[in-house]
Structure formats: C-alpha cells, structure tokens
C-alpha cells in the first residue's frame, strides 16, 4: 500500500484546463497529479484540435490513461468547455467542485494556438482571441476559485494566520522574457500578461491562504515539432538539439513534476513566483 509521503496530494481536487491530448502538457500534469493522490476534473474543447494540424485525439483514451494513474479512491472527471466565453467559466468550476465537493487545486493550462502572427499583420481580433483564451480565462477561473474558497473559510470560521496553504493555483506563461518570438505576437502578449500580473493577484490570494505560482515550462513538444504534425519549418530541429545540453526538447513530464510538487505541501513555502523550467535552453546559446 502507498503511504501518504507517496501520495503528498490524496484527498485533494484538481480542476485542470486544456487536457485534451495525450501529447499535451495538460495531460501529463492531470497525470502527474492524479499519480501524487489527487482527484482531477479536466477540462478540455477539442473542436480547437480539430482545427490544428495535429488534430483531435480520442477524449475516451484521454479519460481512460488518467484514470489509469489515480490512486485508490481518488476520482475522475471531465467537461468540454469553450473558454473564450466567459460564461463558460462557473459552470465549470462548478463541475469540478461536485467531483468531491471540494476544490483544492486549479491549473490553468488552456491556450488558443494558431492565428496569430506578426506586428505587421496584427489584428484586433486575434489580439482578442489570445487574450480570451490565454489571460481572461485565467483571471477568471482564479477569481471564482479564490471566491469559493475563501466562502469555505468564512463558513469554518477560519482566519489568518492559516495552518497551511489552503488552495493552489497554477498559470503558465511562455518563454517571452528570455528571447523574441517572432511571429506569436497575440500569443506572447496574453502570455506576458500573466507573467506580469502574477504578483499582484498573489498578493491578493494570500489573503485567503491561496498560493498562485506562474509556470513557463519552455519550448515542449506538444506535437507541434513533430515532422507529420508540425505548425510550422522543422527542418532545423535535428541540427539545433545536436547542440543542446541534453539533446531534446522538453517533455510534458517535465513541467508535470515542477507543478505537482507546487500544490503540494513540500512546494508550499513558493508563492508568486514565475519559474522557468526548460532544461536550460534559456541559457543555450
């Protein structure tokens, strides 16, 4: 039998966006969580997929190697969701909460991919798209997470100082600090903004016993590197690693781990920090 020092999360929830694909890094964190003793709800909007050149994956395979990793006891659950609509944003959190009727832990792993491009063909459109999906609906799943939870407090008649952390909230940014990228202007704009905004809402969230933490989890591949699967030249890749430290690109374990162990007790002295965890890339020159 696994004893609690193995499974750091058990009897927590989990609501965690964007896990629609086995490739994905919303997929190895449900993984990696439902692993550590947590329940998960996953939320997922495969009609974006289907517009990708990666394509749709089979949500039942998804719902089935998830599973497959939680402990005993530990649930299960999922919904679609179009979080580009706000609307969309309770409902969901919602959901999550009936899982167990608790929610403990939210990672915002959601992002719009594709449209995008450079300054020269900005449009407000696609600014809006990126920031709806990528910013708004980050703010917003945090902002009725952190409303519950500090509703949970008042009814326990619980205040400050707290024993410990009473929720975790995970954004992921992008690797916009560390160097241009060129062509996903939307895209690192939304993703910049989180990184930005990150102290602020931190501040704020401690005040309910919630720790935020931003995550850029460096260039992973999703997919979107794969020859057959590519959004973009790839020619490049083979020659480029060959130079690299550890001859790879991340995988979606990697930052998996990294975000497991912040919503876990041991990570819970960490609190409004964007980390990067990219194998050094960042540093490879």
């Known amino acids: 039998m696994r004893s ?3 499974l750091p999360l058990s009897g927590r929830t989990a609501l965690i966006t964007g896990v629609s694909r086995r490739k994905g890094i919303g997929f190895g964190t449900a993984r990696a969580l439902a692993a550590a003793g947590a329940s998960v709800f996953f939320h997922h909007h495969r009609p ?22 939680a402990a005993a006891g530990a649930r299960v659950g999922d919904a679609a969701a179009d979080l580009r609509d706000f609307s ?3 409902p969901l959190l919602d959901a ?4 167990t009727g608790t929610l403990d832990i939210l990672v915002c792993n959601q992002a719009l991919s594709g449209d995008d491009g450079s300054i020269f063909e900005m449009t407000g459109d696609r600014l809006d798209a990126h920031w709806q999906v990528n910013a708004r609906a980050s703010l917003l799943l945090t902002a009725g997470f952190a409303r519950r939870a500090r509703a949970r407090l008042t009814a326990a008649g619980i205040e400050r100082p707290f024993e410990q952390a009473t929720g975790h909230v995970i954004w992921m940014t992008s690797g916009q600090a560390h160097g241009p990228m060129a062509g996903e202007v939307a895209y690192a704009t939304s993703k910049a903004a989180l990184a930005g905004i990150t102290k602020t809402v931190a501040a704020e969230l401690l005040d309910a016993g919630i720790l935020l933490n931003t995550v850029n989890p460096g260039p992973v591949n999703t997919g979107y590197l794969d020859p057959e699967t590519a959004d973009r ?14 001859g790879r ?21 960490m609190v409004g920090q964007v980390l990067t965890s990219d194998g050094g890339f960042s540093l490879h020159q």
């Open 48 to 69: 974006h997929d289907l517009d990708q050149p990666w394509g749709g994956d089979d949500l039942a395979a998804v719902r089935e190697d998830i599973s497959a990793c």
């Open 96 to 99: 999550a909460a009936s899982l």
């Open 4 to 6: 609690s020092f193995d």
């Open 88 to 90: 969309t944003i309770e």
């Open 233 to 246: 030249d790839v020619s490049w890749v083979p020659g480029y690693l060959a130079g690299t430290p550890f």
């Open 249 to 269: 690109f991340g995988r979606p374990e990697d930052p998996a781990r990294l975000i497991a162990w912040l919503c876990s007790d041991a990570g819970s002295w």
